[in-house]
């Protein structure tokens, strides 16, 4: 038998992605590790900042304030995102029958809403539906009526408009690559056999477009759960919004470490939050991957 020889590594492929390794742990890994060792520590008037071990996690566990946060932001999620999965799904599939006219047009300004910046979104929708100066205010005069879209017990219903509004058409450009991959010779041969447009979409499209739900729905959540720009922004065009400084778990975080000057504490919500978050993820990721169909 011929001696084996020894296979040479090459560190061409070490090189490559080398660039990549290193931008990865300056911009994701050591930041983390960072923000794990800040948590550590607790700054106080008598003795500086002090090593506490994990007093700031047991602190957090026991914080009221952040499990309001927590909750506001799971009750939005699970409201506001399945009703944009469906609008976005509802517009793709109608992009995809072919039936409507000006459909490169209607594709590019359903999309359009997710390239305007999220402060700049905010800064609208806010003149929009402010009563001071804005749409309502004008209807509000106009009927006299007293119909305030940022009153405390409508914020959150505000915010979901203007996040919907904004990622629509993001995820319904997802959907619509999803559909575009299905071959068209399924469609002419479900019509041969005498399926009609409905059965075609329940039959054909819906089931093709369970990957790419899954997708949108993890996209969705963590989305959700880091909303800022929109409580950080309300309170200084609206009065009396209800908005918090602990209203979403983010924007609780910013006010603890940029205005508390409690960094260590807020380092530590940052990275419960940021465990919360994934194990939502992966539980929606696992059960649409159990659910989805063999391809």
Known sequence: MAPTRKRRRSPIGLAFIAPFGALFALVFIVPILYAAYLSLFQDKLVGGNTFVGFANYVKLVQDPQFWDGVGRVFWFTLVQVPIMLVLAMALALALDSMRLHGA????????????VPAIVSTLMWGFL?????????SLNRALGTD????APGTTLISIGVMVTWAFTGFNMLIF??????VPRELYEAAAIDGAGEFQIVRSIKLPALRGSLVVTIIFSIIGTFQMFNEPQILPSMVANSGVTTFYTPNLYAYNLAFTGSQQGYAAALALVMAA??????YAVQIRGLRNAPDQ
Do not use: H, S
Request: proline share 5%.
């Open 104 to 115: 490169r047009f209607l594709r590019v300004t359903i999309f359009l809403p997710y390239a």
């Open 129 to 137: 539906l402010g009563v001071k100066y804005g749409l309502f205010g």
């Open 147 to 150: 119909l305030d879209p940022f």
């Open 176 to 181: 619509y690559a999803a559909l575009k991959a």
């Open 276 to 281: 919360i978050t994934i194990a939502v993820a």
